[in-house]
C-alpha cells in the first residue's frame, strides 16, 4: 500500500503543469504605455502571478511598475476580461488603471484602458483620466 501511494505521488509530481493558463493585455497610443500579464490556474482562475507596467505621456510624463499586490480585481470568464489596478505613489496620490476588454475572434479581446491619477493640491481632491483602445489575449 505505501509503495502504491508513492509510485501515486510520484506520477502526479510528473505530470506536466497543463492547469496554467495566462492572461495579458497591451495599449500604445499618444497617451500612454499600458502593459499586464497574469499567470492564472485554469480550474478555479486564480491569478498565480502578475506584471503590469505604465508610462503616461505627454506634459506630466509617469512611470509605474505593478505587482501582484496592486491588483485589486480581476474579472475573467471567457467572454469578457477586467484588470483593476491600484497603487499609491505617495502621501497625496495614487494611480489606478482599469482594463475592460471583451471577445472577439478567437482568445482576442478588445477594449478599453482607463488611467485615473488621483493627487491633492492645495488641499483639493484632483482626478485627472485618460482613456484608449487595448487589446488583449488569453490561453
Request: charge should be negative; include cysteine.
Amino acid at each position: 500500500m505505501r509503495h502504491a501511494l508513492t509510485v501515486l505521488l510520484f506520477a502526479v509530481a510528473a505530470t506536466p503543469a497543463a492547469a496554467m493558463g495566462g492572461a495579458w493585455c497591451d495599449a500604445d497610443d499618444a497617451k500612454a504605455t499600458v502593459s499586464v500579464q497574469a499567470a492564472l490556474t485554469r480550474a478555479a482562475g486564480a491569478v498565480v502571478t502578475f506584471e503590469g507596467k505604465l508610462a503616461v505621456k505627454g506634459e506630466k510624463p509617469l512611470a509605474a511598475v505593478f505587482g501582484r499586490d496592486d491588483l485589486a480585481q480581476f474579472w475573467f470568464d471567457g467572454t469578457e476580461m477586467r484588470f483593476l489596478l491600484y497603487r499609491e505613489a505617495d502621501d497625496t496620490s495614487a494611480i489606478e488603471v482599469e482594463i475592460r476588454a471583451s471577445a472577439g475572434e478567437e482568445e482576442n479581446y478588445a477594449g478599453e484602458y482607463r488611467i485615473r491619477l488621483h493627487a491633492v493640491a492645495d488641499g483639493e481632491s484632483v482626478v485627472t483620466e485618460q482613456t484608449g483602445p487595448v487589446s488583449c489575449s488569453a490561453d
